[in-house]
């Protein structure tokens, strides 16, 4: 890989180039993290951090459609992010809203096909309005997969999921033997689109804080120092690169 980017730099050759378009990760999640960081290292409030971060997920989107990336899987907001003083959680909530206001009529166009995951439910009334109304006006698309993780956590998905597992046993609908991998699979937010093959974490930390614990069984995983909002389209390229110098075995030998 480094000799690959080495002879790259050289040559001045399209980083996408060196891309083997057979082998791009169907499947691509990403920690969006590190945007008040990268504010305060400007002197700014995080809020500026955040208002760049959002510009950088429609260049990533667009970016991951043009390289073959078939779903995307974005964390923008945590079941833990509630901790956070009530005007930054409040900011944030406010720039989805201007987000979807901005940027849908493009997304659109890239026949993009949006879908929030997670406990929608906590969310202001007209928010949640807002996300319905933009998941319909793309259901028909058939390009990217674009999910949202907004109030989202492993664990909330999980039992989320079992308790729905355990109405089913409840009313008869099936029996506790019945529940297996797959049963389970079923009631996950990004069914069937669950397996996970690469992790992107941005902004120096090492650590899944609460993302798709099951999706990502068998994830490659991939960080950077690079903070959010200076995530480029070379960014993305250069961890689908590493991701295509891995051995994935699965458990397996080779
Ligand atoms: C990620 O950036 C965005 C959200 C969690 C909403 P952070 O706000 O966590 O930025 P850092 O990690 O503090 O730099
Ligand atoms: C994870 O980042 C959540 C999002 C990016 C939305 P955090 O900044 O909340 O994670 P921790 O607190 O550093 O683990
Ligand atoms: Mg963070």
Redesign the pocket.
Known sequence: MINRIFRRKKEETPLTDLLDMNNIPRHVAII???????AKRKGMP?AY??HA?ANTLKRVVIAAGELGIKVLTVY???TE?WKRPVDEVSY?MKLMEEYLGTNLLELNEHNVKLHFIGDLSRLQPNLQQEFREAEADMADNTGLILNVAVNYGGRLELTQAMRRLAEDVESGRMTASDIDVDAVSKYLYTNPENDVDLLIRP?ADKRVSNFLLWQMAYAEFWFTDI??PDFTKDTLVDAILSFQGRERRFGGLK
């Open positions: 969006m993290d590190g945007n008040g960081r990268w995080r951090g955040h971060g923008a907001f945590s992010n944030i902004g903070c959010w």
